[in-house]
């Protein structure tokens, strides 16, 4: 009897060393630069300024690593959104088609992933790869790299740089698609087929699933996910520039992997995703508090993602 109650309530700590690793690292900040204002409000309604748009990404990228597939041009694709809504306002076109054409972007480039890595059989990796570079000389080329201001007041607030009191709107967002991503991948049939499919692709194929169209809808829902994250990008930073995203990819895989999600596919979870998303932001915060120069915090954030990849080797 007792050892059932034992194996009951047993504890398993790598399952959940995100969560751990995010209280240990957050207490660790709050201490060492309590002095410099970590705890305050501002700050951090800043973390989660900083972590909304990685989340949204990365909630996408959930799908895509689950699946045994991977995703590196959601940068790019976040950067080329971010300008195509910020030239449709310009263009006094209105929110309406701004956010048709931003999220349109994203779709359209995931289609076209989706398409190369279900129907032609090229790997992920290296489609992502090439469209990666593609996407970023587009954005680029389509504005001889000068940025887009945004003076729409009302898609400013709505889209990154409001707040509901103490609350930024990002952060609403960021929940908002937690949620809807939640009950996608845990609790219907498409998010069980991306599982079985990261899982054994054989096997789910057996079994009647089909493989290839999974595959078709991880990377197109990728690229919906970086269409919006380009577009509160936009809203954020109240302009469109193709910097936007530059080395987000790493990130948001490294959020994902640090959540839980195994790197060779088959077992994920959107919690933490986003958990692996704050902490990366809160890592990201405070390396810039500490007063770390650029140099320093892209090596930190090296080794972590090499940490992350470690973990989904183990799991």
């Known amino acids: 009897m007792q050892s059932k109650i034992k194996g009951r309530f047993r504890f398993d700590w790598q399952q959940n060393i995100v969560f751990i690793a995010f209280a240990f690292v957050f207490i660790f900040f709050a201490i060492t630069l309590y002095k410099d204002g970590f705890l305050s409000v501002f700050n951090i309604a800043n973390i989660f300024r900083q972590t909304a748009i990685i989340s949204v990404m990365a909630i996408g990228m959930t799908f895509v690593i689950s699946a045994g597939e991977i995703d590196l041009s959601v940068g790019s694709i976040t950067a080329l959104s971010a300008l195509s809504t910020a030239l449709v306002l310009d263009a006094g ?3 309406i088609i701004a956010l048709i054409v931003g999220l349109a972007t994203g779709m359209f480039f995931g289609v076209v992933n989706g398409f190369f890595v279900s129907q032609i059989g090229i790997p992920s990796f290296l489609v992502t790869l090439g469209m990666m570079g593609t996407i970023r000389g587009t954005a680029m080329w389509l ?3 000068k940025p887009i201001p945004i003076l729409n007041d009302t898609y400013n607030f709505w889209f990154g740089s ?3 009191g103490l609350i930024p709107i990002l952060f609403f967002w960021m929940i908002l698609i937690g949620l809807i991503g939640y009950v996608v991948y845990n609790k219907t049939t498409f998010g069980r087929h991306t599982l079985a ?4 692709e054989k096997a789910a194929k057996y079994t009647g699933v089909k493989t290839s169209l999974i595959k078709f809808k991880v990377m197109a829902l990728s690229g919906l996910m970086a269409g919006l994250a380009g577009m509160l990008y936009a809203g954020r930073m109240q302009s469109g520039r193709y910097t936007f995203g530059e080395g987000d990819e790493l990130s948001v895989i490294a959020a ?3 959540g839980g999600t195994s790197l060779f596919g088959g077992m994920g979870t959107i919690i933490g995703t986003l958990v692996g998303a704050l902490l ?3 890592i990201n915060n405070g390396l810039i508090i500490a007063g770390l120069d650029v140099s320093q915090q892209m090596i930190i954030r090296g080794l972590i993602i090499i940490l992350a990849v470690a973990l989904g080797k183990k799991k």
């Not at 499919?197 to 054994?200: F, L, Q, R, S």
Request: no cysteine; glycine share 26%.
């Open 162 to 164: 409001g707040n509901i």
């Open 197 to 200: 499919v990261g899982g054994n």
């Open 256 to 258: 994902v992997i640090l």
């Open 280 to 282: 990366m932001g809160v």
């Open 93 to 95: 076109l209105g929110i």
């Open 143 to 145: 504005t001889d790299t």
